[in-house]
């Protein structure tokens, strides 16, 4: 799937393990926080694809940072994930703004089809198919088109590429892109995602991928 910013919300250590494991093995960059603080701290609209979140948190309740974060007019999409499964625990938790509901214990295949829902919901989308102007862009097989012709491209051009045609119409920093391509043990190269938007440039056209000084690249709807 494409390269997804998560944020984990969970303080059990065993299964927010796991569970960032299994979201990482499958292609997503993760960052695991424990509290409801760290979420209302973390400014998701800006740096997150999606949102995993459990309501048994200590500290401030799951279900409050959550208030906290529509309060804001965040729209990133959120799931909550929990061992509550009484009903008025879904119900409530829906109601302060949450996309969906998954119930412990979690399957990960699971997680995984509802976060790729949700993420297409959000991007207005009923395919992994990606397409603006005559750029395609396959966020499952990872193939890429101009017009009818396949292009090839390089793994860290899909990476960007990707991101970008996700947030078409919509500036992306270039710290949000290096965010996406590194981990955070990885020293960043200063000028990898010049480097890629000038192949991808080449490959696309040069009108493809715009520039802002201070606001950072966008390609157009």
Known sequence: MAPMRTLLVEDDRLLG??????LETAGHRVDWV??????????????????LLDLGLEGMPGIEALRILRARHDD????????????????AGLDA???????????LDEVLARIRA??????????DMVVTGDIRLDLTGRVAWRGE?????????????AM??????RFVSKADLEAGLYDDET???????????????????????????GLGYMIPK
């Open 34 to 51: 424990t509290a409801g603080d760290d979420l209302v701290a973390a400014s998701p609209a800006e740096m997150y694809d999606i949102v």
């Open 149 to 161: 012709e396949r292009v090839a491209i390089t793994a860290k051009e899909y990476r960007l590429l």
């Open 97 to 107: 703004g949450a996309d969906d509901y998954l119930v412990k214990p979690l399957d």
């Open 187 to 213: 020293e960043i190269e200063s000028n990898t995602i010049e480097v890629a938007v000038s192949a991808l440039r080449r490959k696309f056209g040069k009108d493809a991928i715009l520039t802002a000084r």
């Open 17 to 22: 393990s796991a569970l960032k494991r299994g």
């Open 76 to 91: 990133t999409p959120v799931i909550i994930i929990t061992a509550q499964d009484r009903q008025a625990q879904k119900v």
């Open 118 to 127: 949700q993420v297409r919901r959000a991007d207005r989308r009923s395919s």
């Open 164 to 169: 970008l045609m996700r947030r078409a119409g």
